[in-house]
């Protein structure tokens, strides 16, 4: 690259002092990290044997510990149902490559709901003649992923229900969507998931009750949706009151003005918050943990506290960050593909 090049590139990304000096902070700063940290991960780390001894990382300790990361204790000759099941993922995933199909969020999310619905046959077993397996030998990636997956297919709908009840003209409607949504947001996920455990049960009209690992879903779907529904509402309460005329004008009813002319508008608008909502949700998922389910961070927890890898911590958890920003950075850069496409046409305020 030319010295041209050069200063119209740095021109265009440090306009004036401040973002200059921003910048160059920022590259010393990385100038300072980044060499240690490649000396720690490659250039003194230890990549077979089975012991380290050298001064970097043990990576060792994360290939032997791999099947528990992903799986956690679901029994080996069985995990092709889990294979299965995210291949069935990934076919609903690579539907969004079809332009009618991502344009309408209800099949979109019936789909994933039926995905979804395999998946827990496929783990559980019990049915078709599969082998059941417990729901406490299950966790890992698997795990976060059938947390979070869940919580997102339940939330879409459930949030744009809330914020629709939010809207209505009914007062006792729009009172109990409020009185809901300002209740899950008001308290922290950690509590959500205690009240979920421990209280759940008491509520429920028959005997037994339902498991652990499902009891965490319930809890998890409850704040998803509260938060979802907010995000709708916001996107709701932009939209001009020229649409709503509109679609009256038309003699549309409410459902189809709704189904028609609103919430296309009010979701592609809101696409950068469900995304973010649906981020949120993955990375909250480390917090069922604390309640007795072993999702990937609480596997990389019960792995280092083994005597024969005591002292490498460090390469676990690097290993579960990588992972999480592996899949965040990825739904990101769909969901920025996504609205670009949904978006397409429309003309931009100046």
């Known amino acids: 690259m030319s010295a041209t090049g050069v200063l119209r590139l740095w021109r265009r990304a440090a306009p004036d002092r401040i973002s200059a000096a921003v910048l160059l902070l920022g590259l010393l700063l990385l100038a300072l990290a980044i060499p240690p940290v490649m000396r720690w991960a490659l250039l003194d780390?230890?990549?077979?044997?089975?012991?380290?001894?050298?001064?970097?990382?043990?990576?060792?300790?994360?290939?032997?510990?791999?099947?528990?990361?992903?799986?956690?204790?679901?029994?080996?000759?069985?995990?092709w149902r889990l294979h299965?099941?995210?291949?069935?993922?990934?076919?609903?995933?690579?539907?969004f490559a079809i332009p009618g199909f991502r344009r309408r969020v209800g099949?979109?999310?019936?789909?994933?709901?039926?995905?979804?619905?395999?998946?827990?046959?496929?783990?559980?077993?019990?049915?078709?003649?599969?082998?059941?397996?417990?729901?406490s030998l299950w966790g890992g990636l698997f795990v976060t992923l059938l947390l979070s997956f869940t919580a997102m297919a339940v939330s879409l709908p459930a949030g744009i229900a809330l914020a629709l009840a939010r809207a209505a003209?009914?007062?006792?409607?729009?009172?109990?969507?409020?009185?809901?949504?300002?209740?899950?947001?008001?308290?922290?996920?950690?509590?959500?998931?205690?009240?979920?455990?421990?209280?759940?049960?008491?509520?429920?009209?028959?005997?037994?009750?339902?498991?652990?690992?499902?009891?965490?879903?319930?809890?998890?779907?409850?704040?998803a949706s509260a938060y979802m529904a907010e995000a709708v509402r916001g996107a709701l309460n932009t939209l001009p009151q020229g649409q709503f005329d509109a679609a009256a004008a038309l003699g549309l009813g409410y459902r189809r003005?709704?189904?028609?002319?609103?919430?296309?508008?009010?979701?592609?608008?809101a696409i950068p918050n469900i995304i973010n909502i649906f981020i949120q949700i993955l990375k909250d998922t480390t917090l069922v943990l604390i309640v007795g389910v072993y999702d990937l961070l609480g596997m990389v927890q019960l792995a280092v506290s083994d005597p024969k890898w005591l002292g490498h911590a460090s390469e676990g958890f690097a290993f579960a960050g990588?992972?999480?920003?592996?899949?965040?950075?990825?739904?990101?850069?769909v969901s920025l593909r996504v609205e670009r496409l949904l978006g397409a046409g429309e003309g931009r305020a100046a």
Request: glycine content about 10%.
């Open 45 to 79: 780390a230890d990549f077979a044997g089975p012991a380290c001894e050298g001064r970097g990382a043990c990576w060792p300790f994360v290939a032997e510990r791999l099947p528990q990361f992903l799986y956690g204790y679901y029994p080996a000759p069985l995990r």
């Open 84 to 95: 299965l099941g995210g291949l069935a993922l990934l076919a609903w995933c690579a539907l």
């Open 107 to 135: 099949p979109a999310t019936a789909v994933l709901a039926a995905v979804l619905a395999l998946g827990y046959a496929l783990a559980a077993g019990g049915v078709l003649g599969l082998q059941p397996v417990e729901a």
């Open 169 to 223: 003209r009914n007062p006792v409607l729009r009172g109990l969507a409020s009185a809901f949504v300002e209740s899950i947001r008001g308290v922290p996920l950690l509590a959500i998931l205690f009240m979920a455990v421990v209280l759940l049960p008491l509520f429920l009209p028959w005997q037994g009750g339902i498991g652990l690992f499902a009891r965490v879903v319930v809890g998890l779907c409850l704040y």
């Open 257 to 269: 003005a709704m189904r028609l002319v609103i919430l296309p508008q009010v979701l592609r608008r």
């Open 322 to 333: 990588l992972v999480f920003f592996a899949i965040c950075f990825t739904i990101s850069r």
